[in-house]
């Protein structure tokens, strides 16, 4: 395609050139006014081969230059718009996986803060078992050490109804100061 192009460029070179040639050639130059010394335009039939020779150029040019520059023009409007759609296309799917990704996040957020609540509520479970163990256990330690003092108080108190008659007698006898 690159050597087509130069190659036809080149032609078209040739072809303008050609016609340049051949058109200052056989039209006549308008000569000078002998009075004013600038360019008269004489309307003779050179206006009809001028206005022949401007069509024709214009048949030529359009032909040889503008259509492929058109065209050339077309395929960039075309590929500047296949970009754009690229672009956007990209945009849209880079939206989509934006989406995804935060919908992603929100799922996994919402996952640990359901296995965090889960996980809390295990362990207040087990701090509540713990505590109801620790105060079953202290009141059974409360309980027997209660009992203790229950035996030791009818220990002693036994131990001291023994003694009774003898306590008596002697405060009996400080109280009085004599014997009894």
Same mark, same amino acid.
């Given at each position: 395609?690159?050597?087509?192009?130069?190659?036809?460029?080149?032609?078209?070179?040739?072809?303008?050139?050609?016609?340049?040639?051949?058109?200052?050639?056989?039209? *006549? *130059?308008?000569?000078?006014?002998?009075?004013?010394?600038?360019?008269?335009?004489? *309307?003779?039939?050179?206006?009809?081969?001028?206005?022949?020779?401007?069509?024709?150029?214009?048949?030529?040019?359009?032909?040889?230059?503008?259509?492929?520059?058109?065209?050339?023009? %077309?395929?960039?409007?075309?590929?500047?718009?296949?970009?754009?759609?690229?672009?956007?296309?990209?945009?849209?799917?880079?939206?989509?996986?934006?989406?995804?990704?935060?919908?992603?996040?929100?799922?996994?957020? /919402?996952?640990?803060?359901?296995?965090?609540?889960?996980?809390?509520?295990?362990?207040?479970?087990?701090?509540?078992?713990?505590?109801?163990?620790?105060?079953?256990?202290?009141?059974?330690?409360?309980?027997?050490?209660?009992?203790?003092?229950?035996?030791? /108080?009818?220990?002693?108190?036994?131990?001291?109804? %023994?003694?009774?008659?003898?306590?008596?007698?002697?405060?009996? %006898?400080?109280?009085?100061?004599?014997?009894?």
């Amino acid at each position: 395609m690159g050597y087509l192009t130069v190659h036809w460029s080149r032609f078209h070179a040739a072809v303008l050139f050609f016609v340049g040639v051949f058109t200052f050639e056989f039209i *006549p *130059p308008a000569w000078a006014s002998s009075e004013g010394g600038g360019v008269t335009v004489v *309307p003779d039939w050179s206006v009809s081969i001028q206005i022949v020779n401007f069509l024709f150029l214009i048949f030529v040019l359009n032909l040889l230059l503008f259509r492929p520059i058109r065209k050339i023009l %077309q395929e960039r409007r075309e590929k500047v718009k296949g970009m754009e759609s690229a672009i956007d296309n990209a945009g849209k799917s880079i939206q989509e996986k934006n989406a995804t990704f935060d919908k992603a996040l929100r799922d996994a957020r /919402a996952k640990g803060l359901k296995e965090k609540e889960t996980l809390v509520k295990q362990a207040e479970e087990e701090e509540r078992r713990q505590i109801e163990s620790i105060n079953s256990k202290a009141l059974a330690e409360l309980e027997e050490i209660r009992r203790k003092i229950r035996a030791d /108080a009818e220990h002693a108190r036994q131990a001291l109804q %023994q003694q009774i008659g003898a306590f008596a007698k002697e405060i009996t %006898q400080k109280i009085l100061g004599r014997a009894v």
